[in-house]
């Protein structure tokens, strides 16, 4: 894994206000030894013992190892939503679930209770699921110890931050188990995705390959009787010209259907290719994308299955399509991409030139709405000195203002006047990550009469292929 670097420097004057103090603090509360040492065994116990368990009885074993106080914890029950003993340091966890004593309850403030003293534990309480209960939003239980006749010095404010630290740790062990949980699930749903989604439906290949099959019979029977039916109208038998008209409504329904049965199989094999490319055990066990690069023919197996899909809603939107950026040459670039993953980007990018592009004026004046796509070869564009393949996507239009620019590409974001039109801000960032795990770039560009977004991929003279190189075709 790679190190994080944050693409903008922190804000170091405020993390340096905080350390200070943070130090100012410690200097105020002036813990004795034994208190100090208290703390630094709870901090370092709380993340070397990992389970929930653990964390409960470390709360109250410490401050009696260390300074002779017997302790107990209670948190709000998640299901109850009630307050309830989580562990305490005379009977440990063999009390966890029961009800607190009389005078036990929920406060802001620390309060006594007899000759015990009790602290507030704060946290995060979206991380129980559930309302706030009454006026007491961040408190998420309490913290006993005993016997308060026994305090000196500085006691009480020890164990007022010490049930502060509680609460600090447990949100985060809290987040920490329930993303264990999150993972575990994701993992079972992606067996599940394969076992019940993408494998049954490699199936309909084979009922769409019967169907095919099924109307190439009835076409080879209609063809089988049409010379009968010539003889039949040739010696002007009883019904020969009902006949001929059935046998034209029948050749006419197999037509249909066979425009049905393309568009079905292309609906088909495009949401088999996205389910299989989307849905990748791979991806939800790394949890990023993971991509199976293979050598392709880049117009046929990409670009023109996207732009058959868009077609007829380009048309229905007024928007012509332009061959003007040159197209993309289908040659034999030496390039490999995930053929799915790479197809989801053009359905991305033009889907977004379908809801933002606009009417515009070319050079001869004459009202103009076009999409436009091409290719460009950039010799040494990467830093190691690789050539590049830009890819284009064009539509006319407004040019984006530049402080928006800047942003397209942001998870969640989008451009002012975008409201009216369906989406999530999701596409683009999508279409990022995507071409960034292929070692690519991604841009936009306001250009004459529209805007440009396109990506970079690096060509390559070979590539890996299970562990082995092979060489791209010339």
């Given amino acids: 894994m790679s190190i994080y670097c944050p693409a903008s420097p922190p804000e170091f004057t405020a993390v340096l206000s905080r350390i200070r103090q943070k130090k100012e603090d410690y200097d105020r509360y002036d813990f004795n030894k034994i208190q100090g040492r208290t703390l630094r065994a709870f901090f370092d116990l709380a993340q070397e013992l990992e389970t ?3 964390f409960y009885r470390v709360c109250v074993f410490v401050p009696k190892e260390f300074m002779g106080f017997d302790s107990c914890l209670y948190i709000i029950d998640e299901d109850t939503q009630e307050l ?4 305490d ?3 440990g966890l063999s009390v966890c679930g029961m009800g607190p004593p009389e005078g036990i309850k929920l406060s802001e403030e620390p309060y006594n209770n007899g000759d015990s003293r009790v602290y507030p534990i704060r946290g995060n309480r979206s991380l129980f699921h559930r309302h706030a209960l009454g006026k007491i939003e961040e408190v998420i239980g309490v913290f006993e110890v005993f016997p308060r006749s026994h305090f000196e010095d500085n006691d009480d404010l020890f164990f007022e931050k010490y049930a502060n630290r509680i609460g600090y740790n447990l949100h985060y062990k809290l987040i920490y188990l329930q993303n264990v949980e999150h993972i575990k699930f994701i993992n079972n749903l992606a067996a599940d995705i394969e076992h019940n989604v993408i494998v049954p439906n490699m199936k309909y290949k084979v009922f769409l390959n019967g169907i095919k099959k099924k109307l190439a019979k009835l076409d080879e029977l209609v063809r089988n009787f049409e010379p009968y039916l010539k003889k039949c109208l040739k010696q002007g038998c009883n019904g020969s010209k009902e ?4 046998h034209k409504d029948v050749k006419t329904f197999i037509h249909d259907l066979e425009r049905i049965y393309a568009d079905l199989e292309k609906h088909f094999e495009n949401t088999s290719l996205f389910l299989e490319s989307l849905m990748r055990r791979e991806h939800f066990e790394k949890g990023e994308l993971v991509i199976r690069k293979r050598m392709c023919r880049f117009v046929k197996e990409i670009i023109q299955p996207q732009l058959e899909r868009y077609r007829e809603r380009f048309r229905r939107a007024g928007i012509g399509i332009d061959n003007r950026l040159g197209g993309v040459r289908d040659e034999n670039i030496p390039l490999a991409v995930d053929v799915g993953l790479i197809s989801q ?3 991305n990018l033009f889907s977004n030139a379908e809801k933002y592009c606009t009417e515009v004026e070319d050079e001869n004046g004459h009202k103009v709405k076009f999409v436009a796509f091409g290719e460009e070869i950039l010799p040494g564009y990467f830093p190691d000195g690789s050539d590049g ?3 284009n996507v064009f539509s006319t239009g407004q040019h984006i203002p530049p402080e928006e620019a800047r942003l397209l590409f942001e998870e969640g974001f989008r451009a002012s006047g975008s409201e009216s039109r369906q989406g999530t801000g999701h596409g683009l960032h999508f279409v990022k990550k995507v071409i ?10 306001p250009v004459n009469m529209g805007n440009n977004f396109y990506f970079i991929l690096p060509l390559q003279k070979e590539i890996e292929v299970h562990g082995s190189q092979q ?3 010339q």
């Fill in 52 to 54: 929930l368990e653990n």
């Fill in 84 to 87: 309830a003993v989580a562990c």
């Fill in 89 to 91: 340091s005379l009977n």
């Fill in 243 to 246: 006949i001929s008209r059935l």
């Fill in 345 to 347: 980007v053009y359905a």
């Fill in 389 to 391: 393949i830009k890819f």
């Fill in 436 to 445: 960034e795990v292929h070692g690519g770039v991604v841009g936009y560009e």
């Fill in 471 to 473: 060489a791209c075709p």
